[in-house]
Nanobody, 115 residues
Framework: QVQLVESGGGLVQAGGSLRLSCTAS????????MGWYRQAPGKQRDLVAS???????NYADFVKGRFTISRDNAKNTVYLQMNSLEPEDTAVYYC?????????WGQGTQVTVSS
């Protein structure tokens, strides 16, 4: 089993920044890909960004140039630096990790951007 715990969400004004963190714990040898998804009320959960164990990244078009994903393999932690936040970025942000063929989710952290 793998547990993911997110932190760093909150309320910020448009144009501001937040940094999300997600740390994995439990029984595993290594984590393959890690990523961040988000879900706004009444909408589907969308991929925001992902990163492989080797550091290759992938971003949704709506965050390119504003968000940066990174990870520390020694700490089993993935980060999401979010800059130039917009009200449209308001959502619950979920951490995701793939261990072998299994996918795990965190409980989510709320990000609210006021205009």
């Amino acid at each position: 089993q793998v547990q993911l715990v997110e932190s760093g969400g909150g309320l910020v004004q448009a144009g501001g920044s937040l940094r999300l963190s997600c740390t994995a714990s439990g029984s595993f040898n290594s984590i393959n890909a890690m990523g961040w998804y988000r879900q706004a009320p009444g909408k589907q959960r969308d991929l925001v960004a992902s990163i492989t164990r080797g550091g290759s990244t992938n971003y949704a078009d709506f965050v390119k140039g504003r968000f940066t994903i990174s990870r520390d393999n020694a700490k089993n932690t993935v980060y999401l630096q979010m800059n130039s936040l917009e009200p449209e970025d308001t959502a619950v942000y979920y951490c995701n990790a793939r261990v072998v063929l299994h996918f795990y989710w965190g409980q989510g952290t709320q990000v609210t951007v006021s205009s």
